[in-house]
């Protein structure tokens, strides 16, 4: 019978480096994303540590940030539930941009090319991502890295956006391709609220 030699293989704690500070920093803040609110949308702008926060910024439950450091963030930006942020590649969301619940914006890609070694232990490649102001990235939308979202940009409900988005033109699907282009609202139309 031969004989079982000892994998040795580092598993996930070793290779990625746990420590219980780790384990503590990610406790706090699954607990911090949870927290329901005003109060809630307080703490994560206080405590998760963004690189810059605008005034008026609200952040509802479940926005979940990693790398907060590298994440500006304008004035009056709102991001709904479930929102995912992965801003190792830097992110920069302009003032007055909206994301939906569940968007997801990933600024951090597995690099793939080599067959030699899993992903999951090859090196990762980083680009930034920019929403841009007054721009709206609806529910479940993603966003690759390297993606610039113009100025007053419009993503559908459930598109993967891989390139960038000009200003002003609503983008839908997978991958995202332009629909049309927003234009001024005439006055009395259905989308001009002023006097
Ligand atoms: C994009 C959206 C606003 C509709 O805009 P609209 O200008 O009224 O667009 P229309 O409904 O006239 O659709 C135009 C075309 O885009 C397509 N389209 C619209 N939304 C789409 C989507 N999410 N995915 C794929 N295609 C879409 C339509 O099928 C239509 O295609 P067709 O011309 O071949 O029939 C709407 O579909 C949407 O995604 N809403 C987001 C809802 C949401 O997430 N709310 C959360 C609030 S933060």
Same mark, same amino acid.
């Given at each position: 019978?031969?004989?079982? #030699?000892?994998?040795?293989?580092?598993?996930?704690?070793? +290779?990625?480096?746990? #420590?219980?500070?780790? @384990?503590?920093?990610?406790?706090?803040?699954?607990?911090?994303?949870?927290?329901?609110?005003?109060?809630?949308?307080?703490? +994560? +702008?206080?405590?998760?540590?963004?690189?810059?926060?605008?005034?008026?910024?609200?952040?509802?439950?479940?926005?979940?940030?990693?790398?907060?450091? +590298?994440?500006?963030?304008?004035?009056?930006?709102?991001? !709904?539930?479930?929102?995912?942020?992965?801003?190792?590649? #830097?992110?920069?969301?302009d003032?007055w941009a909206l994301?939906?619940?569940?968007?997801?914006?990933?600024?951090?890609?597995?690099?793939?090319?080599?067959?030699?070694?899993?992903?999951?232990?090859?090196?990762?490649?980083? !680009?930034?991502?920019?929403i841009g102001r007054g721009a709206w990235v609806?529910?479940? !939308?993603?966003?690759?890295?390297?993606?610039t979202i113009g100025d007053g940009a419009v993503v559908a409900?459930?598109?993967?956006?891989?390139?960038d988005v000009a200003p002003n033109t609503l983008v839908?699907?997978?991958?995202?391709?332009i629909i049309r282009e927003r234009v001024p609202a005439?006055?009395?139309?259905?989308g001009?609220?002023? @006097?």
């Amino acid at each position: 019978m031969a004989a079982r #030699t000892k994998d040795t293989t580092p598993n996930w704690r070793q +290779r990625g480096g746990w #420590t219980p500070g780790w @384990e503590f920093r990610r406790w706090g803040k699954a607990f911090i994303s949870r927290v329901p609110g005003g109060i809630g949308s307080f703490l +994560r +702008r206080s405590l998760y540590g963004f690189a810059a926060c605008g005034k008026d910024c609200l952040l509802l439950e479940g926005v979940w940030v990693e790398y907060p450091e +590298r994440l500006s963030l304008g004035e009056h930006v709102n991001i !709904a539930r479930d929102v995912i942020i992965n801003a190792a590649g #830097t992110v920069q969301i302009d003032d007055w941009a909206l994301l939906g619940p569940g968007v997801i914006i990933y600024s951090q890609d597995h690099v793939f090319d080599g067959i030699e070694v899993p992903i999951s232990m090859a090196a990762d490649k980083r !680009a930034p991502i920019r929403i841009g102001r007054g721009a709206w990235v609806a529910s479940r !939308a993603i966003i690759t890295a390297g993606v610039t979202i113009g100025d007053g940009a419009v993503v559908a409900a459930g598109a993967v956006v891989t390139h960038d988005v000009a200003p002003n033109t609503l983008v839908a699907g997978v991958p995202a391709r332009i629909i049309r282009e927003r234009v001024p609202a005439e006055k009395g139309s259905a989308g001009d609220t002023r @006097e």
